[in-house]
């Protein structure tokens, strides 16, 4: 019966964005809703990796355990981030209840069905921004625009640098005398080596 009480417990989380801000309304508002934990943090909700109380509360949820909040805005700040809580919850088999938002429920089917709905427009987003970037990088490319890095030597220092190491010379040297990282004469000698 203890094993079976704790894989049902529900796990609140609180957060306001500045330490002078007071949680009292949503930890009342959680303990109204039956949690028998409740995380708290003071911090700004930028990013949930950076959120350590947030961190510590996934990292103690269980399957069966429901992850309720006072309002979505609260446990994440995007779509997409809400969106990965979610896949996290859901690979962890946990199920997650917003108070002020009764939509946002996973411990129902209709709220299941939502939260499948905002996924899925998610992901079509993604791929949309996938497809225009591509297609951007495509035209930019025709156009004669280069990617990555600048590279460290030109064609001219290239063929230098290799004739110094046919030549034996010591990388390190070589290296100071284009002013380069010793990696970058490695990688050059390296790929002569692989022809």
Not at 1 to 18: E, H, N
Not at 42 to 60: H, I, N, V, Y
Not at 65 to 87: C, G, H, P, Q
Request: include cysteine; proline fraction near 2%.
């Amino acid at each position: 019966m203890q094993g079976v009480l704790q894989r049902l417990m529900k796990i609140g989380y609180a957060r306001v964005s500045t330490q002078d801000q007071s949680l009292d309304l949503q930890l009342k508002a959680l303990k109204k809703a039956g949690c028998h934990r409740i995380f708290r943090e003071k911090l700004s909700g930028a990013t949930t990796r950076q959120r350590p109380e947030f961190q510590r509360m996934l990292d103690q949820t269980r399957a069966g355990d429901t992850i309720v909040v006072w309002k979505l805005d609260r446990l994440a700040r995007s779509t997409r981030d809400l969106l990965n809580t979610m896949e996290t919850l859901d690979e962890t088999r946990a199920k997650f209840q917003s108070i002020s938002e009764p939509w946002a429920n996973t411990t129902t089917h209709a709220g299941k069905m939502i939260m499948t709905v905002f996924a899925g427009i998610a992901e079509f987003e993604r791929d949309l921004i996938r497809e225009r970037t591509g297609a951007g990088r495509e035209a930019a490319q025709k156009r004669g625009v280069q990617f990555g890095r600048p590279r460290k030597l030109n064609r001219e220092q290239v063929q230098l640098a290799s004739e110094l190491i046919e030549q034996g010379k010591a990388v390190r040297e070589i290296a100071r005398t284009f002013n380069v990282h010793e990696a970058t004469i490695y990688r050059l000698a390296s790929a002569k080596d692989g022809m």
